[in-house]
């Protein structure tokens, strides 16, 4: 359930290989980013602690966390309408948590003993969040044991249970039962990194929202994201060309598919092109080399190198990004497919291309029990 609508995919096991069975989506713009209260500082921006003893508290007090449960009708009624529309038949779901929801940390461990671990864990992470530790739900995990003196690193992943409260009252009203959350760099890793150990940069660009995570050994281990999306796409349109808020989206994907399926003869030149859309693609350049950054700073990293970029997301059918990014760092980068782990029929296949960046989150979760 993201900023830029609902979508679903169901899937069956035949032969022990996912096929698909159905898929549905919305257009409706969701507040799923304005569910908490904004904060000063994003926890989904990577926070590492170099030790138990070692952070510093802020001093700042604890925000209580509040969120309107009148919601949970409107959320309820997409979902259940697009369920209906593409005919589903299970009643269990599997949904995602937007990354602007989920606080994410890195935390460098000492050696320590079984039964101290989590314990531990837990005194650590509840220094850096803004809220109670007592409101939070945590899924850890552990990316290197402390071995032989060495220290260990886990990555930790904190979720308000209000929120958790709040999506499975949206599931419960739409008539289907909730089996787990997870976040949507889960998700995304599944469907468009699957067993790859390869260092890979994932950026996802939404609605609202354009997340970067870095993937290593198939684990999302970096998270952060701006506020840029198709909206400012889509408002750049609106004043640059004089087209009105009504039509612009229709305008940008005719744009859009123009550039990409007649690249011989295009409406725009890509100087141009780029030129118009300067303030969205240097923005996302600058997050991609503070993303590599980032990874390289942290502990038990410097001398690795990311080996690929991965763009997803309704945003990321944006003409010459992909070629713009491979110049721009020298790494090979294009649109992932999500469906590439999936069985479908052959007819199916153009509009399932066409609409496969936006279905990544979706496919992913329906991965979950099924490889």
Request: net charge positive.
């Amino acid at each position: 359930m993201g900023a830029g609508g609902v979508k679903i995919v169901e899937l069956r096991e035949e032969k022990k290989r996912p096929v698909l069975f159905t898929y549905g989506y919305t257009l409706q713009a969701q507040d799923v980013h304005r569910l908490l209260p904004s904060r000063e500082k994003q926890m989904s921006d990577l926070v590492e602690s170099k030790d138990v003893t070692g952070v510093v508290k802020s001093g700042k007090p604890q925000e209580k966390i509040l969120i309107d449960e009148s919601r949970v009708g409107a959320y309820a009624a997409a979902l259940k309408a697009v369920c209906a529309k593409a005919k589903t038949i299970s009643k269990v779901a599997v949904g995602s948590l937007p990354v602007s929801a989920v606080f994410h940390a890195i935390v460098t461990m000492p050696v320590v003993k079984k039964e101290d671990f989590e314990r531990i864990v837990r005194a650590e992470v509840k220094k850096l969040l803004p809220y109670p530790l007592e409101e939070m739900v945590l899924d850890i995990q552990k990316l290197s044991d402390g071995l032989d003196g060495k220290s260990g690193r886990v990555v930790v992943n904190a979720v308000p249970k209000a929120l958790v409260s709040f999506y499975s009252k949206v599931f419960k009203q739409a008539g289907l039962e909730l089996d787990s959350l997870e976040p949507e760099s889960v998700a995304l890793a599944r469907s468009l990194i699957g067993r790859d150990t390869a260092t890979t940069l994932l950026v996802d660009i939404g609605a609202e929202r354009t997340n970067f995570f870095i993937v290593d050994k198939a684990v999302p281990i970096t998270h952060h994201s701006i506020e840029l999306g198709g909206q400012r796409i889509n408002k750049i349109l609106e004043t640059n060309w004089g087209i009105e808020a009504e039509m612009v989206e229709q305008a940008k994907r005719d744009l859009f598919g123009l550039l990409i399926t007649n690249p011989s003869n295009p409406p725009i030149s890509r100087e141009k092109f780029l030129e118009l859309f300067n303030p969205i693609v240097e923005p996302i350049a600058k997050e991609i080399e503070y993303s590599l950054e980032l990874y390289l700073r942290q502990s038990e990293n410097e001398n690795k190198r990311a080996e690929k970029v991965i763009l997803t997301g309704g945003g990321a059918l944006f003409p010459y990004l992909s070629e713009y990014i491979a110049d721009k760092f020298k790494l090979k980068c294009y649109i992932g497919d999500p469906w590439g782990r999936v069985v479908y029929q052959e007819g199916l296949k153009p509009i399932l291309r066409s609409i496969a960046p936006r279905m990544s989150v979706a496919i992913g979760l329906a991965l979950r029990n099924v490889v």
